[in-house]
């Protein structure tokens, strides 16, 4: 699905207007923990998250992380959203809980790109 | 991919990246662009009494398909080629602009995206808007060609800007001869600086991909380094640095602070174990992960550090034949 299909089926709202949404996304991931999302190194991702800060666009940036949905009707301070339109990260706020929103997506096709951390041996 | 490209020939040509890129980059510009940025200034403009025969006139010279009609300096309708045209059915050529105009008209602001002149176009089915201040003031007209022409000529300049700046950068070790040669980039990183923090991560992962490094390559380090800055903002005491050094055949990512340093490194490169202050925590890091991804991400990595110096983090990613920056021969 791309990310304008995406918004549709989690109810959210675009924050960052001047974005495209035509971005395919292959897969999700819901964190609050950057590192936690960093260690999902396959690209094309949406990052669902109830973290706010600049740093979830800088995470989302490195990680080529194709859209972020703020769960809980969260909306981020002015400064991340033009980050995010710096770096054409589209961010969306969505008024479900990262339980429903993984589901929705979860039921729509999107794939889990959440992994097992790696055991010592297979590092 | 470019092989695949070649077989398919021009007229079967596959879409790539760089187009679906350019693509959205179009609707992009629709927001970004302003309607004062591709509008006609210099507007010809008709009073309402005037008769449809001169109009005409101005028409015909200015090679123009409408006119703003101003009464009193105020905008109160646009006259059309069509209206016109609707006149001379009727022989009624000498009848006033009043009659045959397009009054109630919909205009734009010069503010607007002409997103919104797009919009409205096919909203109201009309070739051209008006263009007024926020003080309701005539400022120009706009048309779908100025659209058209703002679009490209934006475009254009995009595409030569980072167009250009690939290339420099992409033939920078074909272009430079010497036995070896390395390219080092260096970033001073505060402590704390949690607003900041990333930004010379992000300048790492742009400098790779303009050098010609494929996506993956630049994912790669971009989430290594990123790691490995936040560490130094999260944990040493008064900042520090870091220095990329790229050769050809591999890239060398460093990071150096002097202190706290780590008390015991075996603990500190456990999963899960972390040090990390509350207000890391609130940023969404401390999560205890931060080395265990960089060792995933790197082909190599070292740790060094002691107790009431500093520490040093080391990190080399080995480039396959694929990914070998090109040197001159």
């Not at chain 1, 800060?53 to 969260?74: E, L, S």
């Not at chain 1, 995010?84 to 889990?112: D, H, M, Q, V, W």
């Not at chain 2, 100025?146 to 992409?170: C, F, H, N, P, W």
């Not at chain 2, 082909?299 to 983090?313: F, P, Q, V």
Request: charged share 25%.
């Amino acid at each position: 699905m791309n990310v304008e299909q995406m918004v549709k089926i989690v109810n959210g709202t675009v924050l960052t207007p001047g974005v495209s949404l035509s971005r395919e996304i292959k897969g999700g991931c819901g964190a609050d923990l950057m590192s936690d999302v960093l260690a999902s190194i396959q690209p094309d991702a949406v990052l669902l998250t109830g973290l706010c800060n600049i740093q979830v666009v800088r995470t989302a940036q490195m990680a080529d992380v194709r859209a972020i949905v703020f769960v809980r009707g969260k909306v981020p301070a002015p400064e991340t959203v033009q980050l995010a339109a710096e770096e054409n990260i589209p961010l969306i706020t969505s008024p479900f809980g990262t339980f429903e929103l993984c589901g929705r997506l979860y039921r729509a096709g999107l794939k889990s790109f959440e992994t097992e951390i790696p055991s010592e041996n297979n590092v | 991919m470019s092989s695949i490209q070649e077989l398919n020939g021009r007229k079967g040509r596959i879409i790539t990246d760089q187009d679906a890129r350019e693509v959205s980059r179009v609707e992009e510009l629709s927001y970004d662009l302003k309607v004062s940025e591709t509008m006609t200034r210099e507007v010809k403009t008709v009073s309402p009494a005037q008769p449809l025969s001169s109009v005409l006139e101005i028409l015909r010279v200015g090679r123009i398909s409408g006119v703003p009609v101003l009464e009193d300096g105020k905008l109160v309708g646009v006259l059309s080629i069509e209206d016109i045209v609707h006149a001379m059915e009727k022989n009624d050529l000498e009848a006033p602009v009043r009659s045959y105009m397009s009054a109630g008209v919909f205009s734009v602001y010069t503010h607007d995206p002409i997103v919104k002149a797009i919009e409205s176009f096919s909203e109201y089915r009309v070739g051209r808007l008006p263009v007024v201040d926020v003080n309701g003031k005539l400022a120009g007209i706009i048309t779908k060609g100025d659209i058209t022409r703002g679009i490209l000529t934006a475009l254009q300049k995009d595409y030569k800007v980072e167009e250009l700046r690939v290339y420099r950068a992409s033939h920078l070790f074909e272009d430079i001869t010497s036995d070896r040669t390395s390219l080092i980039l260096r970033y001073n990183i505060k402590a704390r600086d949690y607003i900041n923090g990333g930004q010379a991560s992000s300048h790492i992962k742009r400098a790779l991909l303009r050098l010609g490094a494929s996506p993956q390559l630049a994912r790669q380090c971009g989430i290594a380094i990123y790691e490995a800055e936040i560490n130094l903002i999260i944990h040493s005491n008064q900042g520090g640095i870091i220095r990329v050094q790229i050769d050809p055949h591999r890239i060398l990512m460093q990071t150096t602070d002097n202190g706290p340093g780590i008390k015991d490194v075996n603990l500190a490169l456990t999963a899960g174990w972390s040090t990390a202050t509350q207000e890391a925590r609130e940023m969404g890091f401390g999560a205890g992960m931060g080395l265990v991804n960089i060792r995933r991400c790197v082909d190599r990595m070292e740790l060094e550090s002691t107790y009431g110096k500093g520490t040093r983090l080391l990190m080399e990613i080995n480039l396959s034949d694929g990914e070998r920056f090109k040197e001159s021969v």
